[in-house]
T-cell receptor, first 114, second 117 residues
Framework: DSGVTQTPKHLITATGQRVTLRCSPR?????VYWYQQSLDQGLQFLIQ???????AKGNILERFSAQQFPDLHSELNLSSLELGDSALYFC?????????????FGEGSWLTVV | AQTVTQSQPEMSVQEAETVTLSCTYD???????LFWYKQPPSRQMILVIR??????QNATENRFSVNFQKAAKSFSLKISDSQLGDTAMYFC??????????????FGQGTTLQVKP
């Protein structure tokens, strides 16, 4: 158990809908990351937050947004969903924003868009 | 652009034997970190081992060790005394040092390892 908690574990929704994925980082970790794992794109970095502020942005679509709240939990919002958004979405956390820190992953949220 | 290449999509090994998974990466930077993550059928990403590029000594974690060749940009993972629980997909990952690159782990495509009894 990495200590990173993600909900829901599985989610099935229709095209055009909006979903929210939730993440609680490990106790004491200030940085939260979101990654997407799909069959065709592999594992891709989406976005990073550090202590409530956006820190780095990767290949995140404009239809997607995220935030980190004062209690450090984070949410990833996916809207206008398309079939191609079906993927495993990982949340991860680390102590701070330094790239040298180990990044611990949650168990992921399986999103299926039908 | 930084890339990570794992040239072995699938590998198999007999239980108790040793196997080596290959990884090469490409970067023009000098300071970075390398990782191997394991993804078992449960799909959770589990850190196996990490290596700082500035360290010449190869990292080891119990049965797992790496062969880090900085000049060749190679970072292979050796699993000794393979166990059935080692069956998983293994990802090599790379992250640049520096505040502007935080969080951007770059992953290879993965190697599926099957340990046979």
């Amino acid at each position: 158990d990495s200590g990173v908690t993600q909900t829901p574990k599985h989610l099935i929704t229709a095209t055009g809908q909006r979903v929210t994925l939730r993440c609680s980082p490990r106790s004491g970790d200030l940085s939260v990351y979101w990654y997407q794992q799909s069959l065709d794109q592999g594992l891709q970095f989406l976005i990073q937050y550090y202590n409530g502020e956006e820190r780095a942005k990767g290949n995140i679509l404009e239809r997607f947004s995220a935030q980190q709240f004062p209690d450090l939990h984070s949410e990833l919002n996916l809207s206008s969903l398309e079939l191609g958004d079906s993927a495993l979405y990982f949340c991860a956390s680390s102590v701070d924003h330094s790239s040298g820190n180990t990044i611990y992953f949650g168990e992921g949220s399986w999103l299926t868009v039908v | 652009a930084q890339t990570v290449t794992q040239s072995q999509p699938e590998m198999s090994v007999q239980e108790a034997e040793t196997v080596t998974l290959s990884c090469t990466y490409d970067t023009s930077e000098n300071n970075y970190y390398l990782f191997w993550y394991k993804q078992p059928p449960s799909r959770q990403m589990i850190l196996v081992i990490r290596q700082e590029a500035y360290k010449q000594q190869n990292a080891t974690e119990n049965r797992f060790s790496v062969n880090f060749q900085k000049a060749a940009k190679s970072f292979s993972l050796k699993i000794s005394d393979s166990q059935l629980g080692d069956t998983a997909m293994y990802f090599c990952a790379f992250i640049l040092h520096g505040s502007s690159n935080t969080g951007k782990l770059i992953f290879g495509q993965g190697t599926t390892l099957q340990v046979k009894p």
